[in-house]
Every structure is written in C-alpha cells, then in structure tokens.
C-alpha cells in the first residue's frame, strides 16, 4: 500500500513559480506510474502531467511548455515544477500512482490511479 503524501503549494503572483513535491512511502514508486492532478472549485478532477515507469511524460495542453514533472526513484519523489504560473492554474494539487502500466493515453485519466495523496493547495493571484 503506498502512501502519499504532497508538499510545496502556496500562494503565488501571476507569472510566478512552484514546485510541488510528492513523498511515497510503503513501496517504492518505481513500478508505478506517477500522476498530478488538480480541482478547481466547482470543477472536475483533471490530469496535469503524469511520468510513466519508463519516463515518458504527457502534459495536459493547458500547462504544456509551463509544467514538467519528474521521479526520483531511488528517493521515492516526484515533483512537478511549475512556472509562468496562471490564475487559472489556482487549485488543489493530488498526486497519484498507478499500480498498474499505463498505456501513454491512459496516463492523464485518474480512473487508472490507485493511490492518491491528501493534496496541496495552488493559488495564483493576477
């Protein structure tokens, strides 16, 4: 059973940066692919960015060229780092793993992800 558990939110400027931090314990993270996902206020749950068990990544296109994400499996991080940040980016930050491989399509779908942490929280201010 893997915990998870997210660090680095807070409250930023417009064109400001982040970078959220997601500790794993209780298995090693490396035979899992491994996602971000925020919420919105009165919106649905949507992928960020995910890293597969073999590093390949995919970015939803609202935060492609702002965003990357990356593992460190001998540490059992993965961060997600931040920039040219956007009001619209304000939202609760999960991190997931999924305990299973995941097809490149299916990484940015939080039906796959078996394990979630409790979130952190992203406010930008314009």
């Known amino acids: 059973q893997v915990q998870l558990v997210e660090s680095g939110g807070g409250s930023v400027q417009s064109g400001g940066s982040l970078r959220l931090s997601c500790a794993a314990s209780g298995g090693t993270i490396s035979s899992y692919s491994m996602g971000w996902f925020r919420q919105a206020p009165g919106k649905g749950r949507e992928g960020v960015a995910a890293?597969?068990?073999?590093?390949?990544?995919r970015y939803a296109d609202s935060v492609k060229g702002r965003v990357t994400i990356t593992r460190d499996n001998a540490n059992n991080m993965v961060y997600l780092e931040m920039n040219s940040l956007k009001p619209e980016d304000t939202a609760m930050y999960y991190c997931a793993a999924a305990g299973r491989q995941l097809s490149w399509w299916s990484l940015l779908s939080d039906q796959w992800y078996n394990y979630w942490g409790q979130g952190t929280q992203v406010t930008v201010s314009s």
């Open positions: 890293i597969h068990t073999r590093y390949t990544t």
